[in-house]
């Protein structure tokens, strides 16, 4: 009998430590502290409109086999307590209930493909023992996970998966430690009443113009929700002014399209999730949507979220730019007298269209500015996560996924354009600010500024600011993004800025390494437009690396950086932006080069790149002086003793390069480096004699 318990217990084990969950499901290591951070789930809203705080959340923690979750719950007297205390301190500390709801133990995969798993559960709140329960993992984004689990069994029975005992879990898993842009699943303008969910009574009864939604009209541009002018119709805020959405995903589940959103706050929360739209997904011109105060997306046919979930009803309207109309045709007549049509922003004009007689204005033709003819030329964007080609003629900068912008009006500074976007989903047309500026034959610089719904003059328009979080800099951003000329052909070989070659050290594809950077050729010692890479150690160089120069950038506005664009010759097609600046004093006694390496050619100013956590470099190279360039015949006339494995190293040579004999550039190098330790001297023999000095008084 001991016998057969002991074979149990190894064949368990065994299963255990088989058994892992996914690598998108594990949490992650907080990098300063090392901490796992949690996904939330179960996220209770409350005070949207004003004040928006968490009522309750639960945090989960992954690890390789086990899992574990925690139920947090702030009573509405916490905040009062919480203004008497440090705003550093989190809220879970300050006040407020944190308990374990279970652990998990990962026993046996069920379905790998659909990600199923059977768990043995215990420590359960209310009862001791261990219970068996299945659950599927969805992965709906970088961020943001789906559930399906079985009811708790007290054995682990075959049928324990069975999926007509699964259900859908309402509330998903949030990776808020992750934002990442992300496009919402749908786009378009609509016209739409919002009706209470607790009283299916219209929340703006007493107001006939309607409220308008407007879905990625631009790319990355999120939803906008725009309540009626001076109205009380905005259930995410109790003001009517226009609020902006930001999705961080979407999915589609049978016959619903689900949208997780948040909205723009002044609370600690970084703008975290507070809301799931859902919409059908296949919808005409009228149709129903369901908005929750909270993150929970319900799957039930009627919408209904579990009580104490506050929600609204939407019934929409797809717009049609086609069809020129009035909110409503007797209103607006009534109207029409008191001078609503004489001003287009007095909050009436864009209800009653028809009424003020813009369906007759739509066909009117304006004459168009132009863009200068040097930038007209088919090109491509490169970035994180997005690839587009571009292409510019004298009218229109045409994104192959973000869309058309058509020049409309030009500046007193010769690099920027107000534009227009016109749209036929519904969207109203937008007014922005575009930048281009031609760095010789290779590359433009661009960027855009925010879309509007009125044109503004361009010093309002050509104010440049990343878009809100998460979507941050990737479509329209503060700093300027890199364009690169679409013809391999024609890609023309430029200054690459180091004038020289010089000794690193580092990390180079996250690996600790040295080596030698240079502009040099090896054969003359000649400034060349390739910039090459040397290494024995370096992860990814394989002896040398080389990089063909496509623009060195200086401009006063990047203060002590310089930009350097490449393409590598490898045949590899990568391009990468080269950042050189110098090291912050507190790391070293005195600032020293360095270089950073971007995954892609966008460069920005590198102080603001390192705020995006996914804006790192790849390599982090920091130089030693300059080195003496010595040639092929001038090694071979004066041989010395071999360098070490920092010196450059050209395959195919007998022994590779050696190091000449110490000169009179070397001797220049190093006198600044023999100047500061001179001055030490004397600073610290110095004081020692007025120490002498003052004692002797």
């Known amino acids: 009998m001991m016998n057969g318990q002991r074979m149990q217990g190894k064949r368990l084990g065994k299963c255990l430590t088989e058994c892992t969950f996914p690598e998108f499901l594990r949490s992650a290591k907080d990098e300063e502290t090392g901490l796992l951070r949690p996904w939330k789930t179960g996220t209770h809203w409350f005070q949207i409109s004003t004040n928006p705080q968490i009522q309750e959340l639960s945090e989960i923690y992954v690890t390789g086999s086990d899992m574990w979750q925690f139920k947090l719950e702030f009573p509405r007297s916490c905040e009062t307590k919480a203004r008497r205390l440090s705003n550093k301190i989190s809220r879970s500390e300050r006040c407020g209930q944190r308990t374990l709801s279970y652990n998990r133990t990962c026993l046996t995969v069920d379905n790998a493909g659909l990600h199923t798993y059977r768990l043995l559960e215990h420590h359960r709140e209310g009862w001791s023992g261990t219970k068996y329960v299945c659950v599927s993992f969805q992965r709906r984004g970088n961020n943001v996970v789906t559930i399906r689990k079985g009811p708790l069994r007290d054995r682990n029975v075959p049928e324990l998966c069975n999926d007509v005992k699964m259900e859908n879990d309402a509330w998903p898993w949030l990776a808020t430690w992750e934002p990442s842009p992300y496009i919402c699943p749908i786009s378009g303008g609509f016209s739409l009443r919002v009706i209470s969910g607790l009283t299916m009574k219209d929340t703006c009864e007493n107001e006939w113009r309607n409220s308008s939604l407007e879905v990625e009209c631009s790319k990355g541009e999120g939803i906008s929700f725009i309540p009626p002018t001076k109205s009380s119709c905005n259930p995410f805020s109790n003001t009517s002014h226009i609020t902006p959405l930001y999705c961080w995903a979407g999915w589609q589940d049978g016959p619903y399209t689900y949208m997780i959103v948040s909205a723009k706050t002044e609370s600690n929360y970084h703008n975290e999730p507070q809301f799931c739209l859902r919409f059908p997904t296949v919808f005409g011109t009228d149709f129903e949507a369901f908005l929750y105060v909270s993150v929970i997306c319900p799957t039930d046919w009627d919408g209904r979220p579990p009580a104490g979930i506050n929600y ?29 049509c004489e001003h287009s922003q007095n909050g009436f004009y864009e209800h009653c269209l028809k009424t003020c007689g813009e369906c007759d204005n739509s066909a009117a033709v304006r004459k168009t500015c132009s863009f200068e003819s040097k930038l007209n030329a088919r090109w491509k964007l490169i970035d994180r996560d997005r690839f587009e080609r571009v292409t510019i003629n004298s009218s229109h900068v045409v994104f192959s996924e973000m869309g058309a912008f058509e020049c409309y009006q030009t ?11 016109a749209h036929n989903n519904g969207c109203s047309k937008r007014y922005s600010c575009i930048e281009l500026e031609r760095l010789g034959n290779n590359i433009i610089r661009y960027r855009i500024g925010p879309s509007v719904r009125e044109n503004q003059p361009f010093e309002t328009l050509c104010q440049f600011q990343d878009d809100g979080y998460p979507v941050m800099d990737t479509y329209r951003s503060s700093a300027k993004k890199t364009l690169i000329y679409d013809d391999e052909g024609f890609l023309l070989e430029t200054y690459c800025g180091f004038e020289g070659q010089f000794k690193f050290n580092g990390t180079y594809g996250g690996q600790q390494c040295l080596g030698m950077i240079s502009d040099k050729d090896p054969d003359t010692c000649n400034t060349v437009a390739t910039l090459t890479l040397r290494s024995k150690d370096c992860l990814g160089i394989t002896g040398v690396k ?31 932006c080269w950042v050189k600046s110098m090291s912050p004093e507190y790391e070293y006694m005195f600032p020293q080069p360095i270089i950073f390496k971007m995954p892609t050619p966008q460069c920005g100013m590198f102080a603001r790149v390192l705020v995006h956590h996914d804006r790192q470099s790849d390599a982090e190279l920091y130089l030693k002086g300059k080195e003496k360039c010595v040639t092929e015949s001038q090694t071979r006339q004066s041989p010395v003793d071999p360098a070490p494995s920092t010196v450059p190293y050209r395959s195919g040579t007998n022994g590779g390069i050696h190091v000449a004999p110490q000169g009179s550039e070397e001797f220049h190098n190093m006198a600044p480096r023999n100047s500061v330790f001179l001055m030490a001297f004397f600073c610290i023999f110095g004081h020692f004699v007025n120490s002498l000095l003052t004692m002797r008084r």
């Open 312 to 340: 609204f009803k939407l019934k929409i309207r797809r717009k049609n730019n086609a069809i020129c109309e009035d909110d409503n045709e007797e209103e607006c007549s009534k109207l029409k007298d008191s001078g609503i």
């Open 546 to 576: 080389q990089y063909q120069c496509l623009q060195y950038i200086s401009d006063e506005s990047s203060m002590d950086e310089t930009y350097l664009i490449t393409k590598s010759k490898d045949g590899e097609e990568e391009y990468n």
């Open 411 to 421: 500046t007193p500074d010769v690099h920027q354009y107000t534009v227009t976007t």
